[in-house]
């Protein structure tokens, strides 16, 4: 008696502490049922969130990693009645058989791997084909909301994403390409951030991975793709997990990247005293190696330590250019053959140690704190050569970078049930140190140093408060204080150095009923330049074109007003920004240098409409997804003044098709519009790509073909100030890629979550 007593207990325990659903299955006479399916699911549109099998005795055990609020247990065996219970359950779940016994059957389904909220959509990875894709980086560009038709991540309407694993701030996007989607758990895609995450953050991608288990595991990965050139890359990544928590990883990637161009640079300024014309083959080889060591232990139901250290480096980064130069100057025709060569290299540690703790009778409370240590350095060094006939010019310059970055971060969540609480605060303390030099023939050699020192504090608040299955209302707000220091050759400079407070409140509202939502959302954001921005170092672009910084620049601070509508799998997005102080790149003409010098200014004051649609559909193995985004603004900039108003639409579909043999295959194209982005006029393009993925066991496979039409084209104009510059760059888009994985169990990844995350950006 006192033996069944403890099972009982430790049963009951299972059930409700940490999120653990067990028990057993058993039929009508109460014996046992052996490989019963069981699936936990969300109760109120029957979304999947976990699932086993019972074993020989009949039991089973889901951690859902959450309270039971909400959930429901449904269990189904062939031959047996479907049962659903709640939870926690009370008992045994006991099967019944069907009345009617059925031939054989087929069966056909679509899993909703798609769930929406109030902030944006959650995308589960369990079972979805998306993991069996060759990267994490591929698994996301074909999710709902997401544009990759530039070749990166970009959230429909929402531009560029800061993204985290395990709320880590990614800080080097590449580890994307390294990750497997079969650890990840799942995906959200906010695309209305709170106050908690950076104040220039406008859209955020969090990657849960699956919990690793005890033991060795790891994945070697490699791949190689052909373009107009060759490039490679290898992947190792290895944990060890104790049975007290205790566990330990280490990774190691290498990669040799290149790329070739076809470019040409039409340039016109002065009133048409001056046009060049350059074109010419444009090529790029970099080497870099990347490895990661850390550890955490994990103690209690959810509590976790931990230290992560990474060290990044590439050794070789060359680019080389041989061009024929066409110019006019003042009615006076020069033909040029220039060879322009640079090597760079970098070399970055990063250092992070997070803290992670649940709290409370009821673990409704969650500390976590992050604090990073930040190193790095980078340079490059340009020869150029220019040949008129029997004369050479030679111009050499040099730049070189050392940067700092101490941040901390702190954070506390309490959950109350209908209401929920964050309350937090960071700090970080950056310096970014700058060297140029540079010399012309029978020149004296010219130069600079540029010190950035800034110290930035911040605290936010977000109160979420869900009153019923209906409504959720969000609030929030950031405070930041920032001290901008700037000196040139050691000394201070007062009229470049500034001290910002800024305020930025954010506001959800959103309603959910049936098959719809409706949210309405209004936030703030602060785009602070990045250090390459404030610089004063110049660099050799063309004969006549050079490019520099601007220490004068002032942040931007957008507001945006949005509204989003889900019906089903169709979303929805459409927003209004107020633009100020915006940041771009223009030209002006210098008639003494008689040169074209492209430097970062702030734009006036402007609108911008962006519209966004998603609809995906499931047609027995076809599964296509329809996506589009159409922004107008209506800029007015320059002397004399010129309007940027003519639309960009960007329109694309995915499709993925379930072959026979476990094979997935998947087909995009994308298309861009003629239209103004800021002061750039790009013409219209288009590409097509298609992805072969199967799995053999343990190993993954997955063929890619990018552009394989080849008829992606990069071609934009700039024309403002009287200065016209047309940018045309040809090829480094038409490539395939085999990628080959191997698995062995499950491994873990870090928890900590990162600082100073819009910092280390604008290095």
């Given at each position: 008696m006192f033996f069944l007593i403890l099972l009982v207990a430790r049963a009951a325990c299972a059930q409700t502490s940490g999120g653990m659903v067990a028990g057993n299955v058993v039929d009508e006479q109460g014996k046992p049922m052996e490989y019963a399916t069981v699936a936990v699911l969300d109760a109120a549109d029957s979304t999947y969130v976990a699932g086993g099998l019972t074993d020989a005795e009949g039991r089973f055990s889901v951690n859902v990693g959450r309270t039971f609020d909400g959930l429901m247990l449904r269990v189904t065996s062939m031959g047996y009645a479907e049962k659903y219970e709640a939870l926690p359950l009370s008992g045994p779940v006991r099967m019944r058989q069907k009345s009617t016994a059925l031939g054989e059957v087929t069966v056909t389904g679509a899993r909703k791997y798609v769930k929406t909220n109030a902030t944006g959509l959650t995308v589960s990875m369990e079972g979805n084909p998306l993991a069996k894709l060759g990267s994490a980086a591929d698994a996301i560009r074909m999710m709902p909301m997401i544009d990759a038709s530039g070749g990166g991540i970009s959230v429909l309407g929402k531009g560029?994403?800061?993204?985290?694993?395990?709320?880590?701030?990614?800080?080097?996007?590449?580890?994307?390409?390294?990750?497997?989607?079969?650890?990840?758990?799942?995906?959200?895609?906010?695309?209305?951030?709170?106050?908690?995450?950076?104040?220039?953050?406008?859209?955020?991608?969090?990657?849960?991975?699956?919990?690793?288990?005890?033991?060795?595991?790891?994945?070697?990965?490699?791949?190689?793709?052909?373009?107009?050139?060759?490039?490679?890359?290898?992947?190792?990544?290895?944990?060890?997990?104790?049975?007290?928590?205790?566990?330990?990883?280490?990774?190691?990637?290498?990669?040799?990247?290149?790329?070739?161009?076809?470019?040409?640079?039409?340039?016109?300024?002065?009133?048409?005293?001056?046009?060049?014309?350059?074109?010419?083959?444009?090529?790029?080889?970099?080497?870099?190696?990347?490895?990661?060591?850390?550890?955490?232990?994990?103690?209690?139901?959810?509590?976790?330590?931990?230290?992560?250290?990474?060290?990044?480096?590439?050794?070789?980064?060359?680019?080389?250019?041989?061009?024929?130069?066409?110019?006019?100057v003042d009615g006076e025709e020069s033909a040029i053959s220039s060879t322009n060569n640079v090597d760079g290299q970098s070399t970055r540690h990063y250092l992070n140690a997070y803290f992670a703790m649940k709290l409370g009778a009821k673990k409704n409370y969650e500390l976590t704190a992050d604090a990073d240590y930040m190193y790095g350095t980078n340079g490059d060094n340009q020869l150029t050569e220019e040949r008129v006939q029997t004369e050479t010019d030679m111009i050499r310059t040099s730049n070189k970078a050392a940067y700092h970055l101490i941040a901390t971060k702190a954070n506390l969540s309490m959950d109350f049930g209908k209401v929920s609480i964050d309350l937090g605060g960071e700090?970080?303390?950056?310096?970014?140190?700058?060297?140029?030099?540079?010399?012309?023939?029978?020149?004296?050699?010219?130069?600079?140093?540029?010190?950035?020192?800034?110290?930035?504090?911040?605290?936010?608040?977000?109160?979420?408060?869900?009153?019923?299955?209906?409504?959720?209302?969000?609030?929030?707000?950031?405070?930041?204080?920032?001290?901008?220091?700037?000196?040139?050759?050691?000394?201070?400079?007062?009229?470049?150095?500034?001290?910002?407070?800024?305020?930025?409140?954010?506001?959800?509202?959103?309603?959910?009923?049936?098959?719809?939502?409706?949210?309405?959302?209004?936030?703030?954001?602060?785009?602070?330049?990045?250090?390459?921005?404030?610089?004063?170092?110049?660099?050799?672009?063309t004969h006549t074109s050079w490019e520099t910084g601007n220490p004068l620049l002032l942040p931007s601070t957008p507001k945006t007003l949005s509204l989003g509508l889900t019906w089903k799998q169709t979303m929805l997005s459409a927003s209004y920004i107020r633009r100020r102080h915006g940041v771009e790149y223009v030209y002006t003409y210098l008639p003494d240098e008689r040169i074209n010098l492209r430097s970062p200014v702030n734009l006036p004051s402007s609108d911008l409409f962006t519209v966004s649609l998603s609809h995906s559909m499931d047609i027995g193995f076809w599964h296509p997804m329809l996506q589009g985004t159409v922004s107008i603004s209506?800029?007015?900039?320059?002397?004399?003044?010129?309007?940027?108003?003519?639309?960009?639409?960007?329109?694309?579909?995915?499709?993925?098709?379930?072959?026979?043999?476990?094979?997935?295959?998947?087909?995009?194209?994308?298309?861009?519009?003629?239209?103004?982005?800021?002061?750039y006029y790009f013409d219209d393009s288009a590409s097509v790509s298609v992805i072969l993925s199967k799995r053999f066991g343990n190993w993954s496979v997955n063929?890619?073909?990018?552009?394989?039409?080849?008829?992606?084209?990069?071609?934009?104009?700039?024309?403002?100030?009287?200065?016209?510059?047309?940018?045309?760059?040809?090829?480094?888009?038409?490539?395939?890629?085999?990628?080959?994985?191997?698995?062995?169990?499950?491994?873990?990844?870090?928890?900590?979550?990162?600082?100073?995350?819009?910092?280390?950006?604008?290095?």
């Open positions: 560029a994403p800061e993204i985290y694993v395990n709320n880590r701030k990614l800080r080097d996007r590449s580890e994307l390409n390294r990750m497997s989607p079969e650890d990840i758990k799942s995906v959200d895609i906010i695309t209305t951030p709170t106050a908690k995450y950076g104040s220039s953050v406008t859209s955020v991608i969090i990657i849960h991975t699956k919990k690793r288990n005890e033991g060795l595991a790891g994945i070697i990965s490699g791949g190689g793709s052909q373009a107009e050139v060759a490039s490679g890359w290898a992947n190792a990544d290895f944990s060890y997990m104790l049975a007290n928590g205790l566990g330990f990883y280490v990774n190691g990637n290498v990669s040799n990247d290149g790329y070739k161009q076809d470019r040409e640079y039409t340039e016109d300024s002065g009133g048409g005293i001056l046009h060049t014309q350059t074109a010419g083959v444009y090529k790029g080889r970099s080497t870099s190696v990347n490895a990661t060591a850390g550890g955490s232990y994990d103690f209690g139901e959810s509590n976790s330590v931990g230290v992560r250290y990474e060290y990044s480096r590439t050794p070789k980064d060359n680019y080389h250019a041989l061009s024929d130069i066409l110019t006019r700090y970080s303390h950056t310096t970014n140190r700058t060297g140029f030099a540079s010399a012309v023939t029978d020149a004296a050699v010219t130069g600079a140093e540029d010190y950035v020192r800034q110290d930035l504090a911040g605290g936010y608040v977000d109160l979420v408060y869900s009153p019923n299955k209906h409504w959720t209302f969000i609030g929030g707000l950031r405070f930041e204080a920032t001290s901008f220091d700037y000196f040139k050759d050691g000394s201070f400079v007062g009229n470049q150095s500034k001290s910002y407070t800024d305020w930025l409140p954010k506001a959800v509202v959103s309603y959910a009923g049936g098959d719809w939502r409706v949210t309405l959302s209004y936030g703030s954001n602060v785009y602070r330049p990045s250090y390459s921005m404030l610089n004063n170092n110049y660099t050799y672009v209506n800029l007015s900039y320059g002397s004399p003044r010129q309007d940027y108003d003519k639309p960009l639409f960007v329109v694309g579909m995915q499709n993925r098709f379930d072959l026979p043999w476990g094979v997935y295959a998947y087909l995009t194209g994308s298309w861009m519009s003629k239209g103004h982005n800021n002061t063929l890619y073909g990018n552009d394989v039409l080849g008829t992606w084209r990069q071609k934009h104009t700039s024309a403002m100030n009287g200065v016209s510059v047309l940018e045309y760059r040809k090829g480094a888009s038409r490539q395939v890629m085999l990628t080959v994985r191997y698995t062995f169990k499950n491994k873990k990844t870090y928890k900590g979550k990162g600082t100073g995350s819009s910092e280390i950006q604008r290095f």
